[in-house]
T-cell receptor, first 115, second 111 residues
Framework: DAGVIQSPRHEVTEMGQEVTLRCKPI?????LFWYRQTMMRGLELLIY????????DSGMPEDRFSAKMPNASFSTLKIQPSEPRDSAVYFC?????????????FGSGTRLTVV | QQQVKQSPQSLIVQKGGIPIINCAYE??????FPWYQQFPGKGPALLIA?????SEKKEGRFTISFNKSAKQFSLHIMDSQPGDSATYFC??????????FGAGTTVTVRA
């Protein structure tokens, strides 16, 4: 299995532009998570999907952030408009079940820089 | 507000040494405590996990010690190697989907 695949690996954009991050979870995994990692705040859960349905989006910073999962093999995280404080590494993770005991498999992340 | 407090922030050991990372929590509802290992440019990867009914768990050179009464747990890396140089995160969960991560510890093992 290729693992969780994220694209792009790096993204540099100007403030105010729309940014779309993409994720392909492991086939058969029915839970998908988007995390953000920064030096100041560590790993933060942004949103959790189970069977393609958003279950918990309480971690989404504000209305500028949105996430979709149109099918079991694809998810997007969109930031519109982007701001410099959004600069971070964004991780997608998937899991076989909805309990953490199954373990998360993380992708390699997208490093976003907003200038 | 971090629900899991991790220390130290970083540590350096010589090859063969035993780096020890400590974590503490307050929420007694937590019942699953994994450790994740992250190499530069990669996502965190599950390393080892423990549940509170066990006081110690070993997998290869990695050992978790768990003290339920003190609400603390720690990771020991036996006979550490330069390839173990990474950032380690402890985490805790109430058994649902949500993991609360510690701030991370960067371990450097010098050859």
């Amino acid at each position: 299995d290729a693992g969780v695949i994220q694209s792009p690996r790096h993204e540099v954009t100007e403030m105010g532009q729309e940014v779309t991050l993409r994720c392909k979870p492991i086939s058969g995994h029915n839970s998908l998570f988007w995390y953000r990692q920064t030096m100041m705040r560590g790993l933060e859960l942004l949103i959790y999907f189970n069977n393609n349905v958003p279950i918990d989006d309480s971690g989404m910073p504000e209305d500028r952030f949105s996430a979709k999962m149109p099918n079991a093999s694809f998810s997007t995280l969109k930031i519109q408009p982007s701001e410099p404080r959004d600069s971070a590494v964004y991780f997608c993770a998937s899991s076989l079940g909805e309990r953490t005991g199954y373990g998360y498999t993380f992708g390699s992340g997208t490093r976003l820089t907003v200038v | 507000q971090q629900q899991v407090k991790q220390s130290p922030q970083s540590l350096i050991v010589q090859k063969g040494g035993i780096p020890i990372i400590n974590c503490a929590y307050e929420n007694t509802a937590f019942d699953y405590f994994p450790w994740y290992q992250q190499f530069p440019g990669k996502g965190p990867a599950l390393l080892i996990a423990i549940r509170p009914d066990v006081s110690e768990k070993k997998e290869g050179r990695f050992t978790i010690s768990f003290n339920k009464s003190a609400k603390q747990f720690s990771l020991h890396i036996m006979d550490s190697q330069p390839g173990d140089s990474a950032t380690y995160f402890c985490a805790a969960s109430k058994g649902d989907y949500k993991l609360s991560f510690g701030a991370g510890t960067t371990v450097t093992v010098r050859a």
